[in-house]
């Protein structure tokens, strides 16, 4: 296997360092979507509405951030 120079090496973890914020970043936007939806149905009462609406707007929050991540870059 030939040997990588510096600046592939930095190409690659900038990559693996992007992919992983991308990953994070989704992850989190729907967990804080069934969180909140989850404790709002309890305290209101409405289950399971909004913890089905909060975890939809969880995912369009984290499509949303995966667009601007690939617009920064």
Known sequence: MP???KKEKREIL???GLM????FTVVACVVAGVL???FLDGWLSTSPWL???FT???CFAG???IIDLAKKF
Do not use: V
Request: hydrophobic share 50%; aromatic share 10%.
């Open 20 to 23: 992983t914020q991308i990953g």
């Open 36 to 38: 909140l939806g989850n």
């Open 3 to 5: 040997e990588l120079s």
């Open 56 to 58: 939809f707007a969880g």
């Open 63 to 65: 499509i949303k951030s």
């Open 51 to 53: 913890l089905i609406f």
């Open 14 to 16: 900038k990559a693996m």
